[in-house]
């Protein structure tokens, strides 16, 4: 069974940054789709970015420019780097993994996931 803990949440004041880690176990990062995922307080679930095993990235409109998703194959480990924070970017982050990326907005399309970090960004 895959394992995925995230790790690197807090708070922040808008235009802060913020780096989130996501170890992987039982797998190998390079070997999956590897997504970030953010559920808000009353929405839901919605992709933020995915990097298959080609290294090829997704990205939300909404965070462009502004996050970068990487991996890191020797320590196994997916990370979201996060700059220029807003308000709207409030949520609780989830790692997620599947086979392929094909479709990557897809959430019920990820087998595994972890149990989420919080970011909280004030204004």
């Known amino acids: 069974q895959v394992q995925l803990v995230e790790s690197g949440g807090g708070s922040v004041q808008a235009g802060g940054s913020l780096r989130l880690s996501c170890a992987v176990s039982?797998?190998?990062?390079?070997?999956?789709?590897m997504g970030w995922f953010r559920q808000a307080p009353g929405k839901e679930r919605e992709g933020v970015a995915t990097?298959?095993?080609?290294?090829?990235?997704n990205y939300a409109n909404s965070v462009k420019d502004r996050f970068t998703i990487s991996r890191d194959n020797a320590k196994n480990t997916l990370f979201l780097q996060m700059n220029s924070l807003k308000p709207e970017d409030t949520a609780i982050y989830f790692c997620?993994?599947?086979?392929?990326?094909?479709?990557?907005?897809?959430?019920?399309?990820?087998?595994?996931w972890g149990q989420g970090t919080q970011v909280t960004v004030s204004s």
């Open positions: 997620a993994a599947r086979q392929f990326c094909m479709n990557w907005e897809r959430r019920n399309d990820y087998s595994y």
């Open positions: 039982r797998a190998t990062v390079s070997n999956y789709c």
């Open positions: 990097i298959n095993s080609d290294g090829i990235t």
